[in-house]
């Protein structure tokens, strides 16, 4: 079965706080493992990892990849209440033209 | 940056109709065109994936007969919903992508069937 499960499903912090979300996936057919921002409309892209342990970077935002565990991290440092969102982790099959398989996302809430 | 259009935003239509959704790669030639769904509090849920000039490919327990997807050109898929009922009311989002980078999404299409 093709699962990408992300942890925690909601999280709520105040300003200023590091966060780490966790998302999980299955080995089979994987070519790269990509993670999202959802606000009210459509996901605009964060990152795509295609290797392991090799850090991405952008502003206060990072994230990494462990194929052998199968798992990536996405963290907010010095999060502010523009950071609350939905943040989705997708995995991309290396077969069958590119297709995403979706978490069912992590609900962040930042309160100032 | 890549950008994707949708159109409409939002359609409210009756029981019984049918509804055009419209997706645009603005900026770049989109090979390769996906269609998701996104129920509330959901996640996307993949419907199919259309190449230009071709046949789509559906996912598993997503009628193609119910969903038409017509990918006329490397600009322009389409997504008609036949015969719409209550429980096809959802967020519909496309995606874009051009050779083997990453996809960019559409600003999604709000679909209520009354």
């Known amino acids: 079965e093709d699962k990408v499960v992300q942890s925690p499903l909601s999280l709520v912090v105040h300003e200023g706080d590091t966060v780490t979300l966790n998302c999980s996936y299955e080995v089979t057919n994987f070519r790269s493992l990509l993670w999202y921002k959802q606000e009210k409309k459509a996901p605009t892209f964060l990152f795509m990892l295609?290797?392991?342990?090799i850090e991405k970077k952008s502003g206060r935002l990072s994230s990494i990849l462990d194929k052998k565990e199968l798992f990536s991290i996405l963290n907010i440092t010095a999060t502010q209440t523009g950071d609350s969102a939905v943040y989705l982790c997708?995995?991309?099959?290396?077969?069958?033209?590119?297709?995403?398989?979706f978490g069912e996302g992590t609900q962040l809430t930042v309160n100032p | 940056g890549a950008v994707v259009s949708q159109h409409p935003s939002w359609v409210i239509c009756k029981s019984g109709t049918s509804v055009k959704i419209e997706c645009r790669s603005l900026?770049?030639?989109?090979?390769?065109m996906f269609w998701y769904r996104q129920f509330p509090k959901q996640s996307l849920m993949l419907m199919a994936t259309s190449n230009e000039g071709s046949k789509a490919t559906y996912e598993q327990g997503v009628e193609k007969d119910k969903f038409l997807i017509n990918h006329a050109s490397l600009t322009l898929s389409t997504l008609t919903v036949t015969s719409a009922h209550p429980e096809d009311s959802s967020f519909y989002i496309c995606s874009a992508q051009q050779g083997a980078y990453e996809q960019y999404f559409g600003p999604g299409t709000r679909l209520t069937v009354t």
């Open positions: 900026d770049f030639q989109a090979t390769t």
């Open positions: 295609t290797s392991s342990g």
């Open positions: 997708a995995k991309e099959r290396e077969t069958s033209g590119s297709r995403l398989t």
